[in-house]
């Protein structure tokens, strides 16, 4: 009877350890209250991203309508000291991972008419 007991009592410690597993593996996390937490805030990342985005797609399409318009009046595609202020913009708000990120979106907007 002990040896039963004894038993049992593992089989419920293994089960109580795989669901816990289960449900907080995708996250990484070693309880289910870390686990929640992390889901619900890597939903609000997802929605971030989707808003981000859309965000610079329209700041494309806004760059693109720049550009021809420069260009259709005889100027350059680019205006360097215009790029030269939104990095400084941006690497003074976010450091130097600023600068990349602006660089990408400068790239980003280029070159689209």
Do not use: C, F, W
Not at 42 to 61: F, K, N, S, W
Not at 63 to 84: K, N, P
Not at 91 to 99: I, M, V
Request: charged share 20%; aromatic share 0%; net charge positive.
């Amino acid at each position: 009877m002990n040896t039963s007991s004894s038993s049992a009592s593992s089989t419920t410690s293994t089960t109580t350890s795989t669901t816990s597993t289960t449900s907080s593996a995708g996250t990484g996390a070693r309880t289910e209250q870390a686990a929640t937490l992390i889901g619900g805030a890597r939903e609000r990342i997802d929605a971030l991203d989707d808003r981000i985005i859309g965000l610079v797609q329209e700041r494309m399409a806004v760059s693109a309508a720049i550009q021809d318009a420069r260009i259709t009046s005889g100027g350059r595609r680019v205006h360097l000291s215009r790029e030269m202020e939104i990095l400084g913009r941006y690497r003074e708000a976010l450091g130097k991972p600023g600068t990349a990120l602006a660089m990408t979106l400068l790239e980003l907007g280029r070159g689209r008419i």
